[in-house]
Nanobody, 117 residues
Framework: QVHVVESGGGLVQPGGSLRLSCAASESIFSIYAMGWYRQTPGKQRELVASITPGGNTYYVDSVKGRFTISRDSAKNTIDLEMGSLKPDDTAVYYC???????????WGQGTQVTVSS
């Protein structure tokens, strides 16, 4: 069964930057639209960015202009570059298929992003 592993989270001050990376056990990124999601306690998992195999991207309004999603074919990863981070960006971040286009695969453990001074 395909699985994904997220990495790159950490503690950063407001206004700072982080780069998250998602690796998969199989080469699925050229097949499926992939997304980065985030979740905070008591809230549903939110899709914040996605990228199709053709390179079309989607961003939720709250991260537009600050986050950039990309696919690195050489490393077989989906990356999320996050800039101008705000405390509201604090969450566990996950990558998975973009659920708007198909069923998600098994969820990874995610990576914690904490934005705090």
């Amino acid at each position: 069964q395909v699985h994904v592993v997220e990495s790159g989270g950490g503690l950063v001050q407001p206004g700072g930057s982080l780069r998250l990376s998602c690796a998969a056990s199989e080469s699925i990124f050229s097949i499926y639209a992939m997304g980065w999601y985030r979740q905070t306690p008591g809230k549903q998992r939110e899709l914040v960015a996605s990228i199709t195999p053709g390179g079309n991207t989607y961003y939720v309004d709250s991260v537009k202009g600050r986050f950039t999603i990309s696919r690195d074919s050489a490393k077989n990863t989906i990356d999320l570059e996050m800039g101008s981070l705000k405390p509201d960006d604090t969450a566990v971040y996950y990558c998975n298929r973009d659920r708007r286009f198909g069923a998600t695969i098994r969820w990874g453990q995610g990576t914690q992003v904490t934005v705090s001074s």
